[in-house]
C-alpha cells in the first residue's frame, strides 16, 4: 500500500544532542510537510517541500532544518533539541500544494528529550 | 491570523449515542478538513468540505460546512468504541498553499 512512513517511531536524545527524524513516502508527492505536535495541542507546521523548494515558517526556529535529497525522502535535523521540542513529529505529504490537496500523515515520531 | 476553536474540547457518551462537535473559524474558511487522531499516532482523513452548505457522510459520519463557511459540525450517528480518538478540524488560510492550521482536537471516549 502506498503510504508515508516515518523512522522511527519513537526517539530519545539528550538536551543539545543533535538528531535527524526521517519520512519516506511511496505516493511520488510533489509536497511534504513538516507539523510538530506538542502535548494535547493542534499539529503546528514548521515548514514544507513543493519539489526542492524549501519553504520555512515565519515562526520555525533555526534549531529546526530540513533536508529532501529526493522525491520519496524528506529529513527534520533538530541541531541542538531543547527541552521545549519534545513533542510528536509529524510528515505529511500532498500531491500539489493548492487548495484542497488532501494532506496524508505518517504515523509520527515522538521525541523525548532528557 | 485565523484560528480555529472546537468544541467540546473533551467528550464521553455512551455507545450507541449521537454526538456532534464543533468547529469555528475567526475567518471565513476556504475548505475545511476533518481528520481523526488516533492517541499517539498520525492524523487519519476523514473528509474535506469546500462550498458553504456542503455535507459529506461517511458511514456513520456526517460533516457540514455552514453557509457563511465559518463553521463547521461533525455528526456521529450510533457511536461505538471504534470512533474514539481524537478529532482535529484543520483549514488553509495560505490562500491555497495547503498550508493547514488546525484546531487544538476532541477527545472523543465511547463507553461500551
Known amino acids: 500500500d502506498a503510504m508515508v512512513i516515518q523512522n522511527p517511531r519513537y526517539q530519545v536524545t539528550q538536551f543539545g544532542k543533535p538528531v535527524t527524524l526521517s519520512c519516506s513516502q511511496t505516493l511520488n508527492h510533489n509536497v511534504m510537510y513538516w507539523y510538530q505536535q506538542k502535548s494535547s495541542q493542534a499539529p503546528k507546521l514548521l515548514f514544507h517541500?513543493?519539489?526542492?523548494?524549501?519553504?520555512n515558517e515565519a515562526d520555525t526556529p533555526d534549531n529546526f532544518q530540513s533536508r529532501r535529497p529526493n522525491t520519496s525522502f524528506c529529513f527534520l535535523d533538530i541541531r541542538s533539541p531543547g527541552l521545549g521540542d519534545a513533542a510528536m513529529y509529524l510528515c505529511a505529504t500532498s500531491r500539489d500544494s493548492g487548495s484542497y490537496n488532501e494532506q496524508f500523515f505518517g504515523p509520527g515520531t515522538r521525541l523525548t528529550v532528557l | 491570523s485565523q484560528e480555529l476553536e472546537q468544541s467540546p474540547q473533551s467528550l464521553i457518551v455512551q455507545e450507541g449515542k449521537n454526538l456532534t462537535i464543533n468547529c469555528t473559524s475567526s475567518?471565513?474558511?476556504?475548505?475545511l478538513y476533518w481528520y481523526k487522531q488516533k492517541y499517539g499516532e498520525g492524523l487519519i482523513f476523514l473528509m474535506m468540505l469546500q462550498k458553504g452548505g456542503e455535507e459529506k457522510s461517511h458511514e456513520k459520519i456526517t460533516a457540514k460546512l455552514d453557509e457563511k463557511k465559518q463553521q463547521s459540525s461533525l455528526h456521529i450517528t450510533a457511536s461505538q468504541p471504534s470512533h474514539a480518538g481524537i478529532y482535529l478540524c484543520g483549514a488553509d488560510p495560505s490562500g491555497g498553499y495547503n498550508k493547514l492550521i488546525f484546531g487544538a482536537g476532541t477527545r472523543l471516549a465511547v463507553h461500551p
Open positions: 475567518k471565513t474558511l476556504y475548505g
Open positions: 517541500y513543493y519539489d526542492k523548494d524549501f519553504n
